[in-house]
């Protein structure tokens, strides 16, 4: 079976989470990735203090986010180096970088003179703040946008220290937004010949994860806090502590309240005036949490789950990460495969296609791998 992106080469000088991350989804679904990395390696090789593979040049992280990749080193502040890299973008469909905005002008591969000889290029910078505006040279990391736009503010206890949102979200979406970009521009391109720059960047993404908490603010003109895992807009809606350990419950209709006070045989819960209705329950929050502490501490977290199920509320354990490694509808859904690279399990892409699936055809590159079945047995070495 022919993948969609068969035939799509894509030249990729990104390092770190974002960019990667778009590359890897385009190379899941038949593109050819070409990985060019600096002499020292992208940073994503060092991070942490896990290493595998025999020279120890692989990490839990740079595994998770580069398969389907070959991997080069090129110097680019050489001039065998830029000579190389042109080479490469001369052959291209999709170029991307991830370097601080007018770092690939000075190197003689910028969109504007790449596009200058190739027209249908479709040209993609993953950047912290875009490639406009007035803090559009400060570096972007994902931690960094968090507490630039607002994440912290509405995560965590009220009046306890903020705290960094546990996965780099904003890393991915803007990864997977680049790579969304990028099909759009090729569908243009495709029928138009014209190639386009697609400018992809954590600032962007960030304010799109908080669009509604944003509109909201500037709607009412108040300003939202932490409300640790309660719910602005509903309740009961959050993380509750039974008997044994934590659990969510969502509450997200009168109906269901009713019918999780009839069962647990607490009816004038439903039928008081501060808590009858979901407007109520919010105006009066406090006081019902600390009924609801109470009744939660009497059973198990697994006995309010399978109660909630029965009731059609939305529930969950809180799991940790090795739970949820032992899942079995992710073991259904095939999200997990072997790496290539002792025994590492990582998870593979994230959406299905029916008639073309995404899959891993090539693990990730160890350093400069690929060096001669990408640029030629005389290519030499950097």
Not at 56 to 61: K, L, S, V, Y
Not at 171 to 196: K, S
Not at 243 to 265: L, N, P
């Amino acid at each position: 079976m022919t993948s969609p992106l068969e035939g799509i080469t894509v030249v990729d000088f990104t390092n770190n989470g974002a960019g990667p991350c778009c590359t890897m989804l385009l190379g899941d679904f038949g593109a050819k990735v070409i990985k060019v990395e600096a002499p020292g390696g992208d940073a994503t090789r060092y991070w942490g203090s896990a290493r595998m593979g025999p020279k120890g040049e692989f990490t839990p992280t740079f595994i998770s986010l580069n398969r389907n990749k070959y991997g080069i080193v090129l110097d680019l502040k050489s001039e065998k180096g830029k000579s190389a890299a042109r080479k490469l973008i001369a052959g291209a469909d999709v170029v991307i970088e991830s370097f601080s905005p007018g770092v690939v002008d000075r190197l003689g591969i910028g969109y504007k003179e790449v596009s200058a000889e190739r027209p249908q290029i479709v040209y993609c910078s993953v950047s912290g703040f875009g490639q406009s505006g007035p803090l559009s040279q400060r570096p972007g990391f994902d931690m960094l946008l968090q507490a630039f736009c607002g994440h912290m503010s509405i995560t965590g206890e009220q009046d306890r220290p903020s705290v960094r949102n546990g996965p780099s979200s904003i890393d991915y979406l803007t990864g997977a937004h680049a790579a969304f970009g990028i099909m759009v521009a090729l569908r243009h391109a495709e029928r138009t010949g014209e190639g386009q720059l697609v400018d992809s960047c954590l600032f962007d993404n960030a304010i799109y994860l908080v669009s509604n908490h944003l509109t909201d603010a500037m709607a009412t003109k108040r300003v939202p806090g932490k409300m640790g895992s309660d719910f602005a807009l509903l309740a009961p809606y959050g993380v509750f502590m039974a008997k044994d350990r934590e659990f969510y419950i969502g509450v997200s209709s009168d109906a269901m309240w009713q019918a999780f006070c009839s069962e647990i045989g607490r009816g004038e819960l439903a039928s008081e005036a501060r808590f009858r209705h979901n407007a109520d329950r919010l105006q009066n929050r406090a006081e019902m949490q600390e009924e609801l502490r109470r009744i939660f501490a009497q059973r198990t977290a697994q006995e309010w789950v399978e109660l909630a199920v029965r009731l059609g509320i939305p529930n969950s354990l809180v799991r940790n990460l090795a739970e949820v490694a032992q899942d079995e509808h992710m073991a259904a859904r095939g999200l997990l495969y072997d790496s290539g690279i002792d025994g590492v399990r990582t998870v593979g892409t994230p959406f299905k296609l029916s008639r073309t699936p995404g899959k891993a055809r090539k693990r990730a590159p160890a350093m400069d791998e690929d060096w001669e079945a990408i640029l030629g047995p005389d290519g030499g070495s950097n």
